[in-house]
């Protein structure tokens, strides 16, 4: 069965920092991986996927995502952060058979 | 853009009662998912849909949990008998037959079993 880890809780990052969101993933066969992102009292919001082709991949608002197969993980990415980036972020895998699985969730602070 | 919309976006019921969720799934879609989520907590997968029968479900899907595509329309997930524990948001994600594409998701409903 497929698996998400997303092994902080919690990342705070200054204005116009680059940020990390750390994903890391565990699945049998070939990986289709995302990232969502939940702002408060809203559902999960697509930002990017992972199929197939260049590791990294280019998603909304200036995040990217870089799939690293040796390491299985998926980290999100974004050069410079802004406090409109505060959110609870998601990493989910899926599998062939199309159920996907979520990491616990990482809550991005983003401080002027 | 084609959404997904879910109803009704908030629901308070007492415990013992039964209650649906209602999701319109966005119309050329054929995978439907149900997810949990306590608090803005982790969101917890709950059950998968496909071709009228549910494909996966979790360990939490029990037997006081079902779900149903009546009209062809609307896919319902429906708890016979609430418990306070069951007090969530539950979304709705919907997927179109194409392993490329990403799943859509509802806004959610609030659940609140008093």
């Keep these: ?29 070939n990986p289709y991986l995302f990232w969502y992102v939940q702002y408060p009292n809203r559902g999960l919001q697509f930002l990017l996927k992972y199929i197939t082709g260049d590791n990294l991949v280019k998603g909304s608002y200036g995040f990217e995502a870089e799939f690293n197969k040796s390491q299985t993980s998926f980290h999100l990415k ?3 952060a802004l406090v409109s980036d505060s959110a609870l972020y998601f990493c989910a895998v899926r599998d062939v058979k199309l159920d996907m699985r979520f990491g616990a969730g990482t809550r991005l602070t983003v401080k002027p | ?46 059950v ?33 008998s609430t418990k ?14 194409d392993m490329n594409t990403e799943a859509f998701f509802g806004q959610g409903t609030r659940l609140t079993v008093v």
Excluded at chain 2, 63 to 79: H, Y
Excluded at chain 2, 84 to 97: G, K, P, V
């Design chain 1, 1 to 29: 069965a497929q698996s998400v880890a997303q092994p902080e809780d919690q990342v705070n990052v200054a204005e116009g920092n680059p940020l990390t969101v750390k994903c890391t993933y565990s699945v049998s066969g």
């Design chain 2, 48 to 80: 998968s849909f496909y071709n009228n029968e549910i494909s996966e479900k979790s360990e939490i899907f029990d037997d006081q949990f079902s779900v149903e595509r009546p009209d062809g329309s609307n896919f319902t997930l429906k708890i016979r």
């Design chain 2, 84 to 97: 306070l524990e069951d007090s969530a948001m539950y979304f709705c994600a919907t997927l179109r037959q």
């Design chain 1, 78 to 80: 974004k050069p410079s």
């Design chain 2, 1 to 46: 853009e084609p959404e997904v919309t879910q109803t009704p976006s908030h629901q308070v019921t007492q415990m013992g009662q039964e209650v649906i969720l209602r999701c319109v799934p966005i119309s050329n879609h054929l995978y439907f998912y149900w997810y949990r989520q306590i608090l803005g907590q982790k969101v917890e997968f709950l």
